[in-house]
C-alpha cells in the first residue's frame, strides 16, 4: 500500500506563512486528483482544498484567498501555500489523492485513497 508523506508544517504566528509538500513513499507516475485535509484538536477532519489535476480546484470557504493547492506534475508533489494563518487553522493537515504509482517491477498501480499520516501546522495567536 501506498503512503503518501506530507512535510512542511511547523509553528507560526498568527497571518505568517508555510507551505505544505505532499509526495509518496513510491514512485508517482500520475496524479489523478489531490486533496488537503485537516483536523483541529476536537474538531472532525474537513477538507480544505481539492484539485483535479489540470482541471478544477475546490477550497473551503473559511479559506478561500489564503490558501493554494498547486500539482507539479514534474515533481509529482502536490503543494499547499497557506497565508495569512490564523489561529483556527490550526490542525494536522493530511493529503488524500487519487495516484498511479510505478513500482520497480515495472507494474503500474493505481490507488484512489492513498492518504499521508498528516503534518501538524500551529498557529499561535
Known amino acids: 500500500q501506498v503512503q503518501l508523506v506530507e512535510s512542511g508544517g511547523g509553528l507560526v504566528q498568527a497571518g505568517g506563512s508555510l507551505r505544505l509538500s505532499c509526495s509518496a513513499s513510491e514512485t508517482i507516475e500520475s496524479i489523478h486528483a489531490m486533496g488537503w485535509y485537516r483536523q483541529g484538536l476536537g474538531k472532525q477532519r474537513e477538507l480544505v482544498a481539492h484539485?483535479?489535476?489540470?482541471?478544477?480546484?475546490n477550497y473551503a470557504d473559511s479559506v478561500k484567498g489564503r490558501f493554494t493547492i498547486s500539482i507539479d506534475n514534474a515533481k509529482n508533489t502536490v503543494f499547499l501555500q497557506m497565508n495569512n494563518l490564523k489561529p483556527e487553522d490550526t490542525g494536522v493537515y493530511s493529503c488524500?489523492?487519487?495516484?498511479?504509482?510505478?513500482?520497480?517491477?515495472?507494474?503500474?498501480?493505481?490507488?484512489?485513497?492513498?492518504w499521508g499520516q498528516g503534518t501538524l501546522v500551529t498557529v499561535s495567536s
Open positions: 488524500n489523492g487519487d495516484i498511479t504509482v510505478a513500482l520497480d517491477d515495472s507494474r503500474r498501480i493505481r490507488y484512489f485513497e492513498a
Open positions: 484539485q483535479v489535476s489540470r482541471g478544477s480546484t
